[in-house]
């Protein structure tokens, strides 16, 4: 019983601040949306034509893409079997309709974007 009239505490300290949190939050909003943009400008890297954002979104999707030449490394390129070559082939077809939908074809509504 001490346990659960804790957790019944615990929850109720919980609710009290999500609900304070998204009171303040409202407060902030207008009908065009909110008062303040909460995202920060990308961070540009002195001397380079990217940012720092863009080097880190590049390279987890370089690193995802590689798993099939790291496959055909560690098993010497001759030893793949068929479900080696489908699903390094999978991979790839699903990472270039991921990167073509997500920058091309779906459109989000949120006010983070203008």
């Known amino acids: 019983r001490a346990a659960a009239a804790e957790l ?10 999500v609900s304070a949190h998204a009171a303040g939050g409202a407060a902030n909003a207008t009908a065009e949306g909110p008062e303040k943009y909460d995202y920060n400008d990308e961070t540009e890297i002195p001397g380079m034509p990217v940012s720092v954002e863009f080097a880190f979104a590049a390279l987890f999707v370089l690193l995802m893409a590689s798993v099939p030449g790291i496959l055909v490394g560690l098993l010497g390129g001759g030893n793949l079997t068929k479900a080696h070559k489908v699903e390094s082939g999978c991979l790839i077809v699903w990472l270039c309709g991921a990167l073509f939908l997500f920058t091309n074809v779906l459109k989000f509504n949120s006010s983070h974007w203008t």
């Open 8 to 17: 019944a505490a615990r929850s109720a300290v919980f609710l009290s601040q």
